[in-house]
């Protein structure tokens, strides 16, 4: 049984700890998500790359600074076979997320489409912007380029992909308001 100095020192210490916890300083701005159209990749045409960019920015008259901004990417693809169903070679599929800024490779991945063990969707967490938002006053802006690859021949058949991006940042100190994320498509010359 506990004497009443003991109830009154883990009280004591319970008080403490609690008054010496920071406040939570990191407030995230509302998810931006941007999704593709369903994309076709066969032995001819085995390869495409659809860019986007994450948008971080400050709203007009605020005095915030952006923390960070990340992007999470989630693919789903499919293997069609030719419609003989002979197929002999089965194609390797590649997904590859590439930072335009300065060609860094966030991620990538390898697979074959048919493997049942194979995740699908295949998920891509916390590809962040390299410091390229810390403490920006205003706006970043941190170019991605994903990169959809298939063997080509002489493998056969259709890989069929789609992404979704979701972008986020945070700001320090600051009302989650305050702090907006956009992905955009560029347009493609």
Same mark, same amino acid.
């Given at each position: 049984?506990?004497?009443?100095?003991?109830?009154? /020192?883990?009280?004591? /210490?319970?008080?403490?700890?609690?008054?010496? &916890?920071?406040?939570?300083?990191? +407030?995230?701005?509302?998810?931006?998500?941007?999704? !593709?159209?369903? +994309?076709?990749? &066969?032995?001819?045409?085995?390869?495409?790359?659809?860019? /986007?960019?994450?948008?971080?920015?400050?709203?007009?008259? &605020?005095?915030?600074? +952006?923390?960070?901004?990340?992007?999470?990417?989630? @693919?789903?693809?499919?293997?069609?076979?030719?419609?003989?169903?002979?197929? $002999?070679?089965?194609?390797?599929?590649?997904?590859?997320? @590439?930072?335009?800024?300065?060609? !860094?490779?966030?991620?990538?991945?390898?697979?074959?489409?048919?493997?049942?063990?194979?995740?699908?969707?295949?998920?891509?967490?916390?590809?962040?912007?390299?410091?390229?938002?810390?403490?920006?006053?205003?706006?970043?802006?941190?170019?991605?380029?994903?990169?959809? $690859?298939?063997?080509?021949?002489?493998?056969?058949?259709?890989?069929?992909?789609?992404?979704?991006?979701?972008?986020?940042?945070?700001?320090? $100190?600051?009302?989650?308001?305050?702090?907006? @994320?956009?992905?955009?498509?560029?347009? $493609?010359?």
């Amino acid at each position: 049984m506990k004497t009443s100095s003991q109830h009154l /020192l883990l009280g004591g /210490l319970t008080l403490m700890m609690a008054a010496c &916890t920071p406040p939570d300083l990191d +407030i995230s701005a509302t998810p931006a998500e941007i999704e !593709s159209e369903e +994309i076709s990749l &066969t032995s001819a045409a085995p390869k495409v790359a659809q860019r /986007l960019v994450l948008v971080a920015s400050v709203k007009e008259g &605020t005095k915030v600074r +952006i923390g960070s901004a990340w992007l999470s990417l989630s @693919v789903s693809h499919g293997w069609k076979q030719p419609t003989d169903d002979t197929a $002999e070679v089965i194609p390797w599929f590649r997904i590859r997320i @590439v930072n335009e800024r300065d060609g !860094s490779v966030h991620a990538e991945r390898s697979i074959l489409p048919n493997d049942i063990y194979a995740p699908n969707p295949m998920t891509f967490y916390g590809l962040d912007d390299h410091g390229v938002c810390r403490r920006a006053e205003e706006r970043c802006e941190v170019p991605i380029r994903i990169e959809l $690859e298939r063997q080509g021949p002489p493998s056969e058949g259709t890989v069929d992909v789609r992404w979704k991006a979701t972008g986020y940042a945070n700001a320090d $100190e600051a009302e989650g308001s305050n702090l907006e @994320v956009r992905l955009v498509r560029p347009r $493609e010359n």
